[in-house]
């Protein structure tokens, strides 16, 4: 979870895998996947910032629990680190 501020003030905590945009309107508008929508007072580099701070907090858990064995064996082969793989991009028609 990411912590933001409403631009009254309280602070609360969003689910960073619920986000699907954020625009500047001037005000930062983040916007779920569900439609759900708030204004927060940080800016969209703050909370991108966040959100990368966040992912690697995640991922430095898992490599830590692989590395002192407190997880299964689906913990390691989730934080192997692997080779891009090359695919072909199609391009996607426009909608009318």
């Not at 929508?37 to 990368?52: D, P, Q, R």
């Given at each position: 979870m990411i912590v933001v501020t409403r631009l009254n003030g309280?602070?609360?905590a969003v689910n960073p895998d619920l986000?699907?945009?954020?625009?500047?309107?001037?005000?930062?508008?983040?916007?779920?996947?569900?439609?759900?929508?708030?204004?927060?007072?940080?800016?969209?580099?703050?909370?991108?910032?966040?959100?990368?701070?966040?992912r690697a907090r995640v991922i430095a858990a898992m490599?830590?629990?692989?590395?002192?064995?407190?997880?299964?064996t689906t913990v390691a082969a989730v934080t192997e680190l692997r080779p891009p793989t090359l695919r072909a991009v199609r391009p996607v028609p426009e909608a009318d």
């Open positions: 309280p602070q609360f986000l699907q945009r954020i625009e500047a309107t001037p005000d930062s508008v983040l916007t779920l996947i569900d439609g759900t929508k708030y204004i927060v007072a940080e800016s969209i580099e703050e909370v991108t910032a966040l959100i990368v701070a966040y490599m830590d629990m692989s590395e002192n064995g407190l997880g299964d």
